[in-house]
């Protein structure tokens, strides 16, 4: 059985490609920086998924790669979490190649973005770079480039769905009126997986999208019909980079550097290059969905609680790059604790409660949390934007408004969140069903002086918030 390396296997796209991987026969090596983000997927038989900790950053983790993978997918992308990204991608992929090249590697998939202007913007120009040494390995290599990807959970679709569905009437930058061309999520996973082994494919680049050509207003305003809404849109040329920065920033659930990343592409045509795309549908044999299509099968998707994968749950959204594995241990010594417990009535309903917090599902005390969700966004956190990906489910490593998910075992009766949210130190949430009883640990472990100042000024509110959730979350009364 041939096996498959993957990369960013915790990434949107990443997620889903282990599937099909899988479903093609072959087993799938997924690399990932923080094994404790990665969570096997369900319905696979585990025995064709191998794990192994890579940071293509360090080359000292590249050991760990086996030798015997037969292809691989490149599916890191760095832009949004730090203002060098350029630098880090150029590394991770010159170190990437240089792992790979000692295997018995015999193809490489790059998913790339379109990049067919003459100026590009750096997030662009960054992709176009790692083409290049992705090209130039021993190694065949096929790039795939996509401009806005359409699926659930996708920063593209969230961003669409957020300003359309929030907005009745948009004020907007002038970069509304460029052009692109999308792709359905469900034709990307085609196209790559399709693509593996093809000879004819090697050491060329193809553009991979549907045939509507749009501008992103006519995005905006397709989604809105598939939504049944009346929106509004006009645009202004007054606005700059990073008032439309700031302007995607507090309207929709990204972060502001993936947003500022975005408004720079964004002013830029992502069209395909038709002998390009006709070329390798061709060969793979793929037909992409229209706009319409691949945007009610994403409404449907979500309709239906079938989000497999969100760019939410990757490092992109996270307050920090760290990994989770230092935090997993709540610690004790130095920190404040908020300590209670209660009865719960039935321990399955009380597990549904505890797992269902969050999203649309709200916290208890949701009042006070939105405030605090308000206070975070205006200094730079995520707030409560982010929601959840599945409103009952939860797994290591996915993004819960801002907590991010450390431990989640519902056997076990355990649960423990860690704060993303912008602080004067650290914060965990630890919810454990025992012996009858709900308890609920918060502990807050502070930096300094204004991390104490933080936690007793808080202090007065603990009471009714942490009080009332554990009652609530205990029993329905």
């Known amino acids: 059985m041939k096996k498959i390396l993957l990369t960013g296997a915790t990434g949107y796209i990443g997620k889903r490609m282990i599937n099909v991987i899988t ?27 191998e794990i192994i900790e890579v940071d ?30 350029e630098e880090s991608e150029k590394i991770c992929a010159q170190n990437f190649v240089s792992a790979v090249e000692k295997t018995e590697c015999e193809h490489i998939i790059y998913l790339s973005g379109l990049v067919n202007q003459k ?19 021993k190694i065949p290599a096929t790039v795939l480039r996509a401009g806005i990807i359409i699926g659930s959970g996708s920063a593209s679709f969230e961003i669409i769905r957020d300003l359309v569905e929030k907005l009745p009437i948009m004020i907007t930058p002038k970069w509304l009126t460029t052009k692109c061309q999308p ?25 991979i999208g549907c045939d509507d050509v749009l501008t992103y207003k006519e995005i905006l305003l397709g989604f809105a019909k598939a939504r049944d809404l009346k929106r509004i849109i006009i645009t202004l040329p007054v606005m700059t980079p990073k008032l439309s920065s700031y302007w995607l920033y507090f309207i929709t659930s990204t972060t502001y550097s993936l947003a500022s990343s975005l408004v720079g592409s964004m002013k830029i045509e992502v069209v395909c290059n038709k002998e390009s795309l006709s070329e390798i549908r061709k ?21 239906a609680n079938e989000i497999r994968s969100s760019w939410k749950d990757s490092f992109v959204s996270s307050r920090n790059d760290s990994s989770l594995k230092e935090f997993i241990e709540v610690p004790h010594f130095g920190c404040f604790k908020d300590v209670r417990s209660d009865k719960f009535d039935d321990r399955e309903r009380c597990l549904d409660r505890v797992f269902g917090l969050g999203g649309n599902n709200g916290w208890y005390g949701q009042s006070l949390w939105k405030i605090r969700g308000y206070m975070d966004v205006m200094v730079g956190g995520p707030g409560l934007r982010r929601g959840r990906t599945h409103p009952l489910q939860l797994h290591e490593g996915d993004a819960l408004d801002f907590w991010r998910v450390l431990y989640a075992n519902r056997e076990e009766g355990k649960l423990i969140l860690f704060a993303e949210m912008k602080l004067p130190g650290e914060a965990w949430l630890m919810f454990k069903l025992y012996k009858g009883k709900l308890w609920q640990k918060a502990v807050f472990r502070p930096k300094g002086l204004w991390g104490r100042l933080y936690w007793y000024s808080v202090l007065p509110f603990h009471g009714l918030i942490f009080k009332g959730m554990v009652r609530k979350l205990a029993a329905d009364y």
């Not at 100026?119 to 390995?137: A, C, F, G, Q, T």
């Not at 792709?183 to 553009?207: C, H, M, P, Q, W």
């Not at 044999?285 to 449907?300: C, D, H, I, K, M």
């Open 119 to 137: 100026e590009l913007s750096k997030h662009l120009n960054s992709r176009l770079n790692v083409e290049k040494i992705l090209i130039e390995s």
């Open 283 to 303: 060969i793979t044999g793929v037909q992409p969905f229209s706009y319409e299509l691949s945007l009610q099968r994403t409404l449907a998707k979500i309709q």
């Open 183 to 207: 792709i359905g999520i469900a034709n990307v996973l085609d196209f790559l997986i399709f693509t593996l082994f093809k000879k004819e494919t090697y050491r060329k680049s193809f553009d």
């Open 56 to 85: 293509f950053l360090e080359e000292e983790t590249l050991k760990h790669i086996p030798k015997d993978i037969s292809g691989a997918y490149y599916l890191m992308h760095s832009m949004s979490t730090s203002g060098d990204y």
């Open 23 to 49: 479903e093609q026969g072959y087993k799938v090596v997924c690399c990932s920086r923080d094994i404790s983000r990665f969570s096997k997927p369900t319905g696979i038989d585990h025995d064709l998924i």
